[in-house]
């Protein structure tokens, strides 16, 4: 007897399971769920979600003579000083000290309307706080971040380099995570915003002092 040869039918495809949402969804979610006390923050720096405590005392001084500085730099523009908003770049979440943008904040929103696009922000400060992880924040990771969010100039008022410094970094380079210039001197001597709105401000001893 001939045995007949079976034709084996050919296996069905196997299903490729659904992508789950990737990391930057899930801290996007996760920071939009957030509910914080009262003097706390969240922000979306580096792949991670970090909360921090508001600044002490000398940490509010300092933003508000920056802020009264801003006011009156910017008086008669288009421009104007904010404090205490979220600035967005893609799944990254910044809550500088200040920042320059439009007086109109509709010109610049957000797709999620949980604050402003960073590519209409013209300026961001921060004023340093004290400990390892906060110094770094503000001198590496956000420094980082607003640089790949093309935020044309960074000020850093940092009480806690040597006997204080002011830095403006400008001429950002996204795709490198970094600023080309950077303006650093000792409280004391004048540092001056190089562009933008904010052009010809300078930051001396009247806001540095202690």
């Known amino acids: 007897m001939t045995a007949l040869a079976h034709e084996v039918p050919p296996a069905a495809p196997e299903e490729e399971p659904e992508p789950g949402p990737g990391l930057d969804e899930v801290l996007w979610d996760v ?8 003097g706390y923050r969240a922000e979306i720096i580096d792949e991670s979600v970090e909360v921090s405590p508001t600044g002490r ?17 910017l008086a008669d ?3 104007a000083a904010y ?5 967005i770049h893609r799944r ?7 920042f320059v943008a439009p007086a109109d904040l509709d010109e610049i929103p957000d797709e999620d309307d949980l604050g402003v696009d960073a590519a209409g922000v013209a300026l961001v400060v921060e004023v340093t706080s004290p400990g390892r ?13 607003y640089a790949q969010a093309g935020v044309p100039v960074y000020v ?3 009480d806690f380099d040597d006997e204080g410094t002011v830095a403006v970094l400008s001429d950002p380079k996204p795709g490198k995570g970094g600023y080309a210039e950077e303006h650093r001197v000792p409280y004391g001597t004048d ?18 002092r202690r």
């Open 31 to 38: 920071w939009k769920a957030m509910e914080l006390p009262e």
């Open 57 to 73: 005392r000398r940490h509010g001084i300092l933003i508000n003579r920056l802020r009264r500085a801003l006011e009156a730099h």
């Open 77 to 79: 523009g288009d421009h």
């Open 83 to 87: 404090q205490d908003g979220n600035v």
């Open 92 to 98: 990254t979440v910044l809550l500088p000290d200040l």
């Open 133 to 145: 992880r906060n110094l770094d924040r503000d001198r590496v990771r956000k420094r980082r971040a």
């Open 156 to 158: 850093i008022v940092d």
């Open 191 to 208: 540092a001056v915003v190089p562009e933008g709105p904010a052009k010809g401000l300078v930051i001396g001893d009247d806001i540095t």
